[in-house]
């Protein structure tokens, strides 16, 4: 916070490209960076209370202490009301609120959300992973998977699909979309959320279902793959599989510079090619940065 606005900018684009230099031995150009306003753009917290007389607010660093907050800069006005009025009605402890409009959302008490991301509808649940920054959303999604080959029994893989929010525009362009997620939770909402009868949804670990995907016959192939992981990046065992079922265009989300550059040096090993970089800057006044590589044979 104390960098102005386009300072910080330039140094989120300076911090990947020496993550690149440094981790991956390659040099890029300084990637496009796409920014949204910065501040008010918050749409979760994790707020906190001690007792049920207390005012609501954030855990101190390294400390059990409830630090009362009546206000938040980068939270949406949707918060205002309720840090203003010390969220009287909030239980004790620990509790996720989602704001993504004027209304906010309490984990426990609204256990689902409706939301809208390019006129589309999602189905999200108040305690799960959603993007907390709703004006970047469009964008980032048309990146992801704007301009992508079309084919009329096209076949597109979401790996970490999350609710669904890349398959959901993936199935707008390929009548085939397979969802690969972990949280059994998150599948059941990506069902509701993709929609189209020949779409195939599978809970589980991405290393145990490619595991047991090379045992298949033939080999299944798809025209694009697009995988959003952790912040840990891809595993071995899922880059090896990039290799072993490969694609003509894979598109890589990314939250973590250092582990999207040891993997973009292992995928260029295994004949895939960085086409294209580009950086959205989620979360302004910290460090943190998120990225949409682009890959083609």
């Given amino acids: 916070m104390h960098l102005t606005e386009d300072a910080q900018r330039r140094q989120k684009q300076l911090l990947v490209a020496e993550s690149f230099r440094r981790i991956a031995k390659k040099e890029i150009p300084l990637p496009a960076l796409v920014a949204g306003p910065a501040w008010a753009y918050r749409t979760r917290l994790q ?3 001690s007792t049920a007389q207390s005012r609501a607010g954030f855990m101190a660093r390294g400390s059990n202490e409830v630090v009362p907050v009546t206000r938040c800069p980068i939270a949406t006005d949707g918060f205002r009301e309720l840090l203003e009025g010390g969220a009287p009605d909030l239980r004790v402890g620990r509790t996720l609120v989602f704001a993504p409009g004027d209304t906010p959302w309490e984990e426990g008490r609204d256990p689902v959300v409706r939301v809208e991301v390019a006129g589309k509808p999602f189905l999200v649940a108040t305690d799960g992973f959603f993007q907390s920054n709703s004006a970047l959303l469009p964008a980032f999604v048309e990146q992801v998977v704007g301009g992508l080959p079309e084919t009329a029994h096209g076949r597109a893989l979401d790996l970490y699909c999350g609710v669904g929010l890349f398959a959901a525009f993936l199935a707008d362009h390929y009548p085939r979309v397979t969802a690969v997620e972990e949280n059994a939770s998150a599948l059941d909402l990506a069902r509701k959320n993709v929609v189209g009868p020949l779409h195939e949804f599978i809970a589980s670990s991405l290393e145990a279902w490619v595991a047991r995907l090379k045992r298949v016959t033939p080999k299944p192939r798809w025209d694009v793959i697009v995988v ?10 899922v880059r090896r599989f990039l290799a072993d079922f490969p694609t003509s265009h894979l598109i890589y989300v990314s ?3 250092d582990t999207l550059a040891r993997d973009t ?5 295994k004949g895939y090619r960085l ?3 580009t950086l959205f800057d989620f979360y302004p006044q910290t460090s943190h940065i998120e990225a949409v590589a682009r890959f083609v044979r």
Avoid: V, W
């Avoid at 959003?228 to 065992?237: F, K, V």
């Fill in 265 to 269: 040096a292992d995928l260029e090993t």
């Fill in 275 to 277: 086409d294209s970089l």
């Fill in 228 to 237: 959003d992981p952790p912040r840990t990046g891809l595993s071995g065992e």
């Fill in 47 to 49: 707020l906190h209370k």
């Fill in 255 to 257: 939250c973590n510079p």
